[in-house]
């Protein structure tokens, strides 16, 4: 007996092929997540020449500055788990508790972290050559962000979230 297959057998046998042909499976979230980090650092660069007029490659690397990639990282997180699961979902709640974590310690604990290692630097630059500390390496200064830079982070997270999906 010959066996009929129907357009929606066809489209899911088709569908299913592809996805399990793929090395890496498409997956919107991660990839807006990382898409956003990457973009956020890279943009470092072009935000510290206009602010300093001088070009730091070592600003992709690091942290703090503007835009915040780690805002942008867990906001595009959230934003894609919304538009890809609802925004009625468990992960959906997990992933926007999860940013308002991350930014509150981007603009909070990490922010004031970096203040007071900038004024401790500042104190062993004045101490005298002779003493114990004097010597010691300064401490990196720029971890956290400003709420501007926060806010930026999130808005250039939601875009790229925004744009994946389409």
């Known amino acids: ?23 890496i499976p498409y997956n919107l979230p991660l990839l807006s997540a990382f ?7 890279f943009l470092k660069l ?8 001088r ?9 703090g500055g503007m835009p915040s990639s780690h805002s942008a990282t867990v906001t595009a997180l959230a934003v894609a788990i919304g538009f890809q699961e609802g925004t009625g979902g468990s992960a959906f709640a997990i992933a926007v508790v999860l940013a308002c974590v991350v930014m509150y ?19 062993v630059c004045e101490l005298p050559p ?12 720029s971890l956290g962000h400003t709420p501007l830079q926060v806010v930026a982070g999130s808005v250039l997270g939601c875009v790229v979230a925004y744009l994946m999906k389409s």
């Open 1 to 23: 007996m010959d066996e009929v297959i129907t357009a929606a057998d066809a489209s899911s046998i088709a569908g299913s092929a592809s996805i399990g042909s793929s090395i």
């Open 130 to 141: 002779d003493h114990p500390v004097s010597n010691v390496r300064p401490l990196r200064d």
């Open 35 to 41: 898409l956003s980090f990457a973009l956020a650092q």
């Open 105 to 123: 310690d981007a603009s909070g604990v990490r922010l004031h972290a970096g203040r007071q290692a900038e004024l401790l630097n500042q104190i």
């Open 55 to 63: 070009w730091d490659s070592r600003r992709m690397l690091g942290s």
């Open 46 to 53: 072009f935000t510290t020449w206009y602010k300093e007029k």
